[in-house]
Nanobody, 115 residues
């Protein structure tokens, strides 16, 4: 089992930046993939970015070139650096880990981008 706690959300103007953090309750070095998802009001939850243990990353087309996912194994933390934010990035952002085919989620952190 693992607990995930997100932080770093908030209100930002369009064009601004935020860095989200997801801190795990235990080591994440053995977890194959960690990810950030988001869910906007009235929409389905969607993958934003993921990162594999070996370092490969994958991004949704809508955030490529603007968002960067990274890991700090020493801090058991996954980051999502978000630059050039747009109003359509407004959503609740969730951290995700899949361990032994079980999906674990954080409580989410709200990101609101004002235009």
């Amino acid at each position: 089992q693992i607990q995930l706690v997100e932080s770093g959300g908030g209100l930002v103007q369009a064009g601004g930046s935020l860095r989200l953090s997801c801190t795990a309750s235990r080591s994440i070095s053995s977890i194959n993939t960690m990810a950030w998802y988001r869910q906007a009001p009235g929409k389905q939850r969607e993958l934003v970015a993921n990162i594999r243990r070996i370092g490969n990353t994958n991004y949704a087309d809508s955030v490529k070139g603007r968002f960067t996912i990274s890991l700090d194994n020493a801090k058991n933390t996954v980051y999502l650096q978000m630059n050039s934010l747009k109003s359509e990035d407004t959503a609740v952002y969730y951290c995700n880990a899949v361990i032994d085919y079980k999906w674990y989620w954080g409580q989410g952190t709200q990101v609101t981008v004002s235009s």
